[in-house]
């Protein structure tokens, strides 16, 4: 047997073994621990796994029913910006990623059913239990100490007392930063103006990426303001540049697909299927004709084991714009009913592409060669469960990273992980403009390189919570924010979270704020 096969069944192997752990089960009678992590995405893991080798005893709490986050639910065209800021457990995952596929070398395009069994197995050897399907409802505090929190299961019946975990130190894990908002630490959501803090490319920005060509009429029946917009295009004026408001950048799925017959599910026509809602790709394609097939409308990246990873490209793609605005702080029912439009939009998407008459038959056969691929996400139809949360909650900590800190123009001292990706922004609007329509929010703008991440940007106010961590939903400007987003960077900064959890419990009674930064960087080192 080859080396590369052997080490796929391995893989394989174990994630039939861990997938049965993933279960619903109860929580350890006492429900308490050093530290409680909530969310087992790509930080949540490499938190919990610091946390256990330090000595600690941990809680991973999972709301979803799949763990790994984006890198293991389709991202596997791994946004880096300069490699050399992956250190610690995320080197070794991206390391162990390329033994799968027998390298030597870090692997940065992979299946997720292979980011999934390497998650798992760096789980199961740190001696982590995930617990599943189990969303916070409330935060116990007594002055700025958090005490424990209420959790509920996914189905939102709330479960018996043991359901509360105690800790010591907690750290926020999630895209939605649910726990940081519920202890009652200071956020925002959406985009400062430009003038906040003194940058260029926040707040309301209409640029040529991901545009619509002058010329693409809005309405209904062309040329008719009176005949109602189409299907996508938002009511009102968009705006002007560079003022703040709330709305989100956009969400999407990253498609793992494959044109491999043996594993192939072909696409077939979804039970809520709206043909009225492509209207607009139609239009677009009237005024901009199609030159590279599928590759107008989707980044289309090819993964190993003839799949891919599929982003949005271009003025109507894979992005639903407007549709998440109301996502970051909507009640658990309204997000998924949110997150049922995407599922319906995107599948509706893929059908439309392959099977409608109006779209080039060249394109149609193009999309036709592919399908779902049996062998990824077998509990969900095939479909990766994970939506592509961009942005949601941002805290408002006691460092906010901003422009001057992507562009090296400030800087910090107290360095606890890095970023290096361009500041990027996906549309969040989508308006009739002088008679036409365009998207409005793409920014993709390059920086000088690599930059410091403050430690203080993980941690809120003491006066607000003494004992909170949060990586994800950091202390960031929506601008500065689409730079530092990157699944490698949530990566490190787990992990230095948890260095940092560990050295409050044993240093400072538990008081994150008073964590030396340089020392934490030391022990990842």
Same mark, same amino acid.
């Given at each position: 047997?080859?080396?590369?096969t ?29 530290i409680?992590i ?15 080798r ?30 050399e ?12 990623v ?67 975990v ?49 010329g ?40 793992t ?72 702080? !909507?009640g ?5 009913? $949110?997150?049922?439009?995407? #599922?319906?939009?995107? *599948? %509706?998407?893929?059908?439309? &592409? ?37 942005e ?83 202390? !960031? ?6 730079? $530092?987003?990157?699944?490698? #960077?949530?990566?490190? *900064? %787990?992990?230095?979270?948890? &260095? ?26």
């Amino acid at each position: 047997m080859k080396k590369k096969t052997f080490l796929l069944l391995a893989l394989a192997l174990t994630a039939g073994w861990a997938a049965a752990q993933e279960t619903w089960e109860a929580l350890p009678a006492e429900g308490q621990a050093d530290i409680c992590i909530y969310g087992a995405t790509s930080a949540g893991i490499t938190a919990a796994v610091e946390a256990r080798r330090q000595g600690h005893s941990v809680l991973l709490i999972e709301p979803g029913p799949r763990i790994g986050g984006l890198t293991a639910g389709g991202l596997g065209m791994t946004d880096i910006g300069k490699v050399e800021i992956i250190q610690g457990l995320a080197l070794s995952f991206y390391r162990r990623v390329g033994e799968a596929y027998g390298s030597r070398e870090p692997a940065f395009l992979f299946e997720p059913k292979v980011a999934l069994a390497v998650y798992r197995d760096m789980l199961r050897e740190a001696g982590v239990k995930v617990y599943m399907q189990r969303r916070i409802r409330s935060v116990r505090k007594r002055g700025n100490d958090i005490q424990s929190i209420l959790l509920e299961r996914a189905s939102g019946r709330v479960e018996q007392r043991r359901e509360r975990v105690r800790a010591r130190v907690f750290i926020d894990c999630s895209y939605e930063g649910d726990l940081m908002a519920r202890a009652g630490v200071t956020y925002t959501v959406g985009r400062e103006g430009d003038q906040a803090y003194g940058e260029e490319f926040n707040g309301l920005h209409m640029r040529e990426y991901h545009q619509f060509p002058d010329g693409v009429d809005p309405y209904r029946e062309k040329g008719n303001p009176r005949s109602g917009l189409l299907w996508g295009i938002l009511p009102g004026e968009m705006g002007t540049k560079g003022q703040a408001d709330r709305r989100v950048q956009a969400y999407n799925f990253r498609l793992t697909l494959t044109d491999d017959p043996a594993k192939r599910i072909p696409i077939t026509r979804p039970e809520r299927y709206d043909s009225t809602r492509y209207e607009l790709l139609l239009r677009w394609k009237e005024v901009e004709p199609w030159k590279r097939g599928v590759n107008d409308c989707f980044i289309w990246s090819i993964m190993p084991g003839r799949k891919t990873d599929v982003n949005n490209r271009g003025a109507v793609s894979t992005d639903m714009i407007g549709e998440n605005w109301d996502y970051p702080e !909507a009640g658990y029912r309204q997000r998924q009913r $949110i997150y049922q439009r995407h #599922v319906d939009y995107t *599948l %509706g998407l893929l059908y439309f &592409l392959s099977h409608d008459p109006r779209i080039p038959e060249d394109v149609r056969m193009e999309m036709q060669r592919w399908g779902w691929p049996r062998d990824e996400y077998e509990e969900n139809d095939h479909m990766t469960p994970q939506l592509y949360v961009r942005e949601s909650r941002r805290m408002v900590g006691r460092y906010v990273m901003t422009q001057a800190n992507c562009q090296r123009t400030a800087t910090v001292e107290d360095v606890i992980g890095w970023a290096a990706y361009t500041m990027d922004s996906h549309n969040t609007g989508r308006y009739v403009v002088n008679g036409m329509v365009k998207n409005e929010g793409d920014v993709e703008i390059g920086i000088p390189g690599k930059y410091p991440i403050s430690y203080r940007s993980l941690t809120p106010q003491e006066s607000e919570a003494r004992n909170l961590l949060v990586p994800v939903c950091l202390s !960031a400007s929506h601008i500065a924010y689409g730079s $530092i987003r990157m699944e490698p #960077v949530f990566m490190v *900064l %787990g992990q230095t979270a948890a &260095l940092a959890a560990c050295q409050a419990i044993d240093s400072h009674d538990a008081c994150v704020q008073k964590v030396d930064a340089q020392q934490v960087m030391k022990l990842l080192r």
